[in-house]
Every structure is written in C-alpha cells, then in structure tokens.
C-alpha cells in the first residue's frame, strides 16, 4: 500500500482533540449511557440481533461507547482505533462501569501486529471507512478476523452524502475513490465553535468498491440496506424529520443518507 503515514497522523491528532470535545458532550450523552441508556441505534441493534456470548471485533471504535453497549448486552467485545486519547478513555470508562470489553490502540491496518484472534462478529459503524485509503486491505481483515460462519456488519453514512460541501448545497467531490480528500476544519459535529482546528485526509469509496472489496474476501451478503435518514444530528442543515432521524433540509426523502451490510464468512 501506498504510505499514507502523513495522512494517518494528521487524523489521529484531530481525533485525539475531537474525543477531549466528543466524551463531554450532548451529542454523545455518556451520563446517560452510564446511567443505563442505549447509545446503539435501532438500525443495528435490529441488524445485527442478539450478541449474548458472542466475540466481537469493533473496528474504529473512538472512545468505546458503542463497544461497551455491545459488551453491556453480552458480548465480549475488543475495540481498536487511532486516537490514543479515544483508547484511554475507553479503557477508563471500561473499568468504570465494571465491564471485560479490551482496548487496542493502533491503526486497523497495523492489526495483525496486536492481534491473533478470531471473532464471530466484526462491527464497524458510523464514519468508519472515511479515512481509509484501501478498502481491499481493510476487507482482508475483516475475513482473516473472521470465524467461519461469521458476521460483518457494518451500517454508515452513504456515498452520495459524501459527495457534497459541508452545507449540502453543491455536489463537490467525486463519488469515487478518485481523489485524496483534504479539508480544512473547525470545531466537531459535536460542537461547531469547539477549539479543535487542522487539516484532515479522507477518501470518498463507492458502493461497488465496498461490496466487491468485501465479496472478494469471501463474505456472502445477506443485506445491503439504504436509508433515508440519519439516526444522527451531525450534518450541518439536518432537520428531525421523525423522531431519531435526521434529513438535510431541502433535500429530504431525496437522497440516501445511510447504508447497513450483513455478511457472512464463507
Ligand atoms: C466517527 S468515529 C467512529 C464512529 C463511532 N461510531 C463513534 O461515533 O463513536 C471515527 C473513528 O475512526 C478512527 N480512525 C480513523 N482512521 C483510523 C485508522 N486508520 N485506524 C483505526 N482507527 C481509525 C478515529 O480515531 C475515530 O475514533
């Protein structure tokens, strides 16, 4: 693979001041999940059905909410992601609330030098493949961590979201993986005026480009759903348009606004 290293670090530093913002704010309501509420969407918890028992890999899991909802409904679950900061904080909140879930700090690319161990399901969810650059080596992980028979799941924004400005108001980026994506950017979804600033690198991959990666692994699909909604108020100009989803403002019932795959290990 082509070195990415530059681009990489730049990403790590804007998660690492993102996650100071994120682990504080309403957006995430880490008080409530503490005190007992579901932070999982019903999009996945409906998809990927009952994990009692099961071995979980979560790839790209930022300060480990979601990992640790899923290890509060019976999985034992490992996180990985970039943000040392995200990991730390996952790690502490893990012990807080008396949870098995394990933490792993490295890039998913860098994976098979911190782990050797192979999970029923791989989740990923929600801004994932964004920042990768190479969707045939990330899907070569997702099969190698694999168990035979089991399942990758994965639900996330859709390509066509990417393709717009900031403010939906132009198509800007090509739908394709043609370009390196650089953005200058301020503030986080969570909060727009936050102090967080820097430049940040990120790749636009199409619907095929996903599906074959993965089905050249051999993952079989059992779904791959569209949505016209997000389950999430982070796009600028969204708008509630039923409860728990979120359209863009002119755009609504317009464009797909989220993915969900089901697929199953050969
Ligand atoms: C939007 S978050 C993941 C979403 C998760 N649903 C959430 O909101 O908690 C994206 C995460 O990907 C991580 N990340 C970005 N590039 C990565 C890479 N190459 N390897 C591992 N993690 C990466 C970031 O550190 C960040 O925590």
Redesign the pocket.
């Known amino acids: 693979m082509e070195n990415h290293n530059q681009y ?1 670090e730049a ?2 530093d804007l ?1 690492n001041q993102r996650t100071a913002v994120h682990k504080d704010s309403a957006f995430y309501n880490l008080a409530g999940f503490k005190a007992g509420e579901q932070v999982l969407t019903p999009i996945e918890l409906n998809e990927v059905g009952d994990v009692q028992g099961k071995k979980m890999l979560h790839l ?1 899991c ?1 300060f480990g ?2 990992s640790l909802n899923w290890a509060r409904l019976g999985a034992t679950v490992t996180g ?4 040392d900061k ?1 990991i730390d904080e996952a790690r502490q909140l893990n012990s807080e609330m008396g949870l098995n879930a394990k933490f792993i700090c490295c ?3 860098d994976l098979k030098d911190h782990l050797d161990e192979k999970f029923d399901i791989v989740f990923t ?4 493949i964004g ?2 650059p190479d969707l045939t080596h990330w899907a070569a992980l997702i099969s190698y961590y694999l168990k035979p028979g089991g399942i990758f799941y994965m639900a996330d924004f859709h390509p066509v979201v990417w393709m717009f400005d900031d403010e939906f108001t132009r198509i800007q980026y090509s739908y394709e993986n043609r370009e390196l994506i650089v953005t200058e950017n301020y503030g986080t979804y969570t909060d727009r005026k936050a102090d967080i600033k820097g430049k940040e690198y990120s790749w636009n991959h199409s619907t095929s480009e996903l599906l074959n990666a993965l089905i050249k692994q051999g993952l079989q699909l059992q779904h791959y759903n569209e949505f016209m909604y997000s389950p999430y108020a982070n796009f600028t100009n969204s708008i509630e348009t039923s409860k728990g989803q979120w359209q863009i403002k002119g755009l609504e019932g317009k464009i797909p606004m989220l993915y969900s795959i089901r697929a199953v290990k050969q």
């Open positions: 990489f990403n790590k998660w790209q930022h909410m979601d990985v992601d970039l943000s995200a890039n998913i690319y969810s929600y801004g994932t920042w990768l």
